[in-house]
């Protein structure tokens, strides 16, 4: 079993959709949590951290942590063609500065 | 600008041709990092470096080589390359203060015939 497992998708969306990805994961020193946004053909780009549990709100984004579940989550509200990307959780801890990356999850956002 | 550049973008190559990928960061980060990332797979770490003449073997080191001579740069070196190593190479950094924050490159496309 991977360390942290992430659907690879595809997840096709009408625009104005809510969307949920997921991850989880089994190491319990985890304790830093991020997801990052990948275009097809660019590098991935930070869009969302958080530090052990709880929510994160940035605009149409919400990152969400339940540690007791070892399972993280984001949500886009008014899901965008724009937002059509490969969204990557990742994590670290435990004294490691090195992340821990899901395989990603593509979602296709259609008009 | 803060940024991490790769040269080359896109390269074509043939099995056992020496090549070397070059990352340089702007930023005076201490920490980067190479991947590599296949369909289905992810992101897979091949090398990290946590600074000046300190590298140390990610999940797939084998058939790559780095250095980290300049807290700037840290070039992937392919001695021997071969066709299961055709894939899409990002480097990235980070600094090892503050957030988590990774810096991505805009990665490498790589294909060995």
């Known amino acids: ?111 | 600008e803060a940024q991490v550049t790769q040269n080359p973008r896109y390269l074509i190559t043939v099995t056992g041709k020496k090549l070397t990928v070059t990352c340089s960061q702007n930023m005076n980060h201490e920490y980067m990092s190479w991947y590599r990332q296949d369909p289905g797979l992810g992101l897979r770490q091949i090398y990290y470096s946590m600074n000046v003449e300190v590298t140390d073997k990610g999940d797939v080191p084998e058939g790559y080589k780095v250095s980290r001579k300049e807290k700037r740069n840290f070039p992937l070196i392919l001695e021997s390359p071969s066709p299961n190593q055709t894939s899409l190479y990002f480097c990235a950094s980070r600094g090892l203060a503050g957030g988590h924050e990774q810096f991505f490159g805009p990665g490498t496309r790589l294909t060995v015939l």
């Open chain 1, 1 to 111: 079993q991977k360390e942290v497992e992430q659907d690879p998708g595809p997840l096709s969306v009408p625009e104005g959709a809510i969307v949920s990805l997921n991850c989880t994961y089994s190491n319990s020193a985890f304790q830093y949590f991020m997801w990052y946004r990948q275009y097809s053909r660019k590098g991935p780009e930070l869009l969302m951290y958080t530090y052990s549990s709880g929510n994160k709100e940035d605009g149409r984004f919400t990152a969400q942590v339940d540690k007791s579940s070892k399972y993280i989550s984001l949500f886009i509200r008014d899901s965008q063609p724009s937002d059509s990307a490969t969204y990557l959780c990742a994590m670290s801890g435990g004294g490691s500065y090195i992340p821990t990356f899901g395989r990603g999850t593509s979602l296709i956002v259609h008009p």
